[in-house]
């Protein structure tokens, strides 16, 4: 079992992961030429998100909870200070790669991140050239990525850090996903490693302080399209 510590020390080092994604996705964009825009809408509304012809939906990053009092103001505000953590993967899964989506700003969808507190989803993103990701060149098997090795705290091979490593790579909704041990074809299953995250929406997760040994072996992933 983690100690408080411990598993504040994760959580802050997936925090900087997506943090370093969403710097690179961003500087990505501005070298290419794409202006980063920027879509809020209050709780209970809907998001909708378009692109001109000829260009799709590239997601940033996204949060539905409430970091501020400037946006959608109301009286019930406990906190400023939350966040939901699937809020960047939903709307990816949602828009990623189309010419026009929409999301529903509610709990519904994101689950609750402060319960009490009136929240707002608020999306970047920018319009990117490029086919439609429902386009049937996206079907099939991406390559194999290998993105992190198992460091001091394990391997993580999060789809939002290849993605930006990788613009246009992988499809806007992965439906699969498999792992094996780097330089193998040895399975993620058959390691009897623990896996803190394992999903086609967000990637996997091999912490070394979850494993008997403490120690994680260096993964590589793919994901099935669409």
Known sequence: MLGDEERSLFEEREASVDELAEALEKVEQLVRG??????????????????????????TTALYGRTTRAFCPNGSIRSTGCRSPSSTVRVRTSCQGKTSCSVDATNSVFGDPCRGTFKYLEVRFSCVAGRPASSPDCSGWTPWYNRDSADASGDWEM????????????????????????????PASRTGERFFKFNPQEGIVCRNADQRDRRCQDYEVRFWCP
Not at 36 to 56: F, I, K, N, Y
Not at 160 to 168: A, K, T, Y
């Open 34 to 59: 794409y202006p980063m825009r920027l879509a809020r809408a209050c709780e209970r509304q809907r998001l909708v998100l378009r692109c001109p012809s000829g260009q799709t939906i590239s997601i």
């Open 159 to 186: 789809l939002s850090s290849i993605r930006s490593e990788n613009p246009g790579k992988v499809c806007a909704a992965p439906s699969g996903i498999q792992a094996r041990v780097r330089g193998s074809n040895t």
